[in-house]
């Protein structure tokens, strides 16, 4: 159970009572036989697709706190492996011919970045379960209308008459949409034939019809070229409800067959506890109200989480420069001749930041947000870079203050 008794903690630590278990947030545990009356520990957990609120609270108290950032890159790393097996085969290497395509998903599968949003959960899960007696744990699950969100009148038979019903396919569709009109030059270049252009990448934006406009060939490959820019953006992307829609109840589900005592609650409930308690909305607020103890002190400041991958398994650089060959991507595991590691937290000319990375043995500094302490991006001396603590497992975590006035 959480203590304000520090000197007794350092006591414990000199006399040999007590070891450390983690530095961040700062745990111990006892080396000698204790009482096993703890209090009711209730956590709660705000589900989300990019944010995971973490509260663990008792009647009288918030134990803790967390905002967890999760990881956005895995579409993109799942993209370059894949343009990276397609090259495979016809570079620099004899023919081969293509191989029957035999393999098979099995039961229960997710996309990789949909499982990875899911294992997030769980992890934040076992953390605050790791270094606190928790009774009972309660996640809240969101259901989305992706429907209704783009049309709040659509009812009854509407919902089986999309926005592309009677168009054999998306570029049909999108055609139509546009009026079979170029949407910059508006049929200025005379140009008849017409072609379907992401508005963002297709890597990141996907085939939606939202992320594709209507263009003409000689405004397309102008565009490519870089000599006109187009003054348009994307429809409102569903990636984010459409995520929620589909990994709710598989969190829900995996995380009943591991920990006991589960509970499931929804989103009108908890806005109806925010709002009638006046809390402001933010991911650690909703996973207060969501832990059911809304009468209990808050902490004045909580941690932030920033998820990150563990490993870099690629073997060459993906965009080798031109006319090179691809180098090596594989590198020191330590900084140069220093004994520092990526995602250290480190202290700088007074600043506290963690090692983003390095060049030639001179490490980068970012701070939490992700952004670099100096500007322009400028690496600095190893030497003069002050070692506070290693990175635990895939995760870097750093307490922040004023967490109602904190905006990520």
């Excluded at 036989?33 to 008792?58: N, R």
């Excluded at 790791?130 to 429907?147: G, N, R, W």
């Excluded at 949407?183 to 594709?212: F, M, W, Y």
Aim: net charge positive; hydrophobic share 30%; aromatic share 8%.
């Amino acid at each position: 159970m959480p203590t304000e008794r520090h000197g007794k903690v350092r006591r414990m630590l000199r006399d040999g009572l007590a070891h450390v278990v983690r530095l961040v947030p700062f745990t111990i545990q006892l080396d000698y036989t204790s009482g096993k009356q703890v209090q009711e520990v209730s956590l709660g957990i705000d589900a989300g697709s990019k944010h995971i609120g973490v509260s663990a609270t008792t009647e009288k108290y918030e134990l803790l706190a967390m905002q967890v950032e999760e990881r956005d890159d895995v579409v993109k790393l799942i993209a370059d492996r894949r343009e990276a097996r397609r090259t495979r085969r016809s570079r620099k290497t004899r023919y081969r011919a293509a191989r029957f395509d035999n393999r098979y998903r099995k039961e229960g599968w997710f996309a990789p970045s949909t499982e990875n949003r899911i294992l997030a959960h769980l992890r934040m899960i076992r953390l605050a379960c790791s270094i606190l007696p928790v009774s009972k744990t309660t996640i809240e699950v969101a259901q989305f209308d992706s429907q209704k969100i783009k049309n709040d009148r659509i009812s009854g038979i509407e919902y089986q008459q999309g926005e592309q019903l009677g168009f054999w396919n998306v570029r049909e569709y999108v055609l139509a949409r546009d009026g079979h009109v170029c949407q910059h030059c508006k049929g200025k270049s005379k140009d008849k034939i017409l072609n379907v252009h992401h508005i963002e990448s297709r890597k990141t934006g996907g085939n939606a019809p939202n992320n594709l406009i209507t263009l003409c060939e000689t405004c397309h490959k102008a565009y490519h070229r870089g000599d006109i820019q187009l003054k348009v953006r994307r429809g409102k992307s569903l990636r984010d409800t459409a995520a929620m829609s589909i990994m709710r109840w598989e969190v829900y589900n995996r995380a009943k067959r591991e920990f006991n005592n589960l509970n499931l609650t929804f989103g009108y409930m908890t806005k109806h506890r925010r709002i009638h308690n006046n809390i402001k909305k933010t991911h650690c607020a909703d996973a207060f109200c969501i832990s059911g103890n809304v009468k209990a002190e808050r902490l004045p400041c909580f941690y932030g989480v920033r998820l990150t991958r563990r490993h870099n398994r690629s073997l060459h650089l993906s965009k080798p420069k031109k006319g090179g060959l691809r180098q090596g991507n594989v590198a020191s595991h330590w900084i140069g001749k220093s004994r520092l590691q990526q995602y250290d937290y480190v202290e700088w000319n007074g600043q506290k930041a963690f090692i983003s990375g390095s060049q030639n043995g001179r490490p980068y500094l970012k701070n939490f947000d992700n952004k670099y302490i100096m500007s322009p991006k400028t690496s600095v001396n190893a030497k003069t870079v002050k070692f506070i603590r290693r990175k635990r497992g895939s995760m870097i975590i750093e307490q922040l203050p004023k967490m109602l006035d904190y905006k990520p």
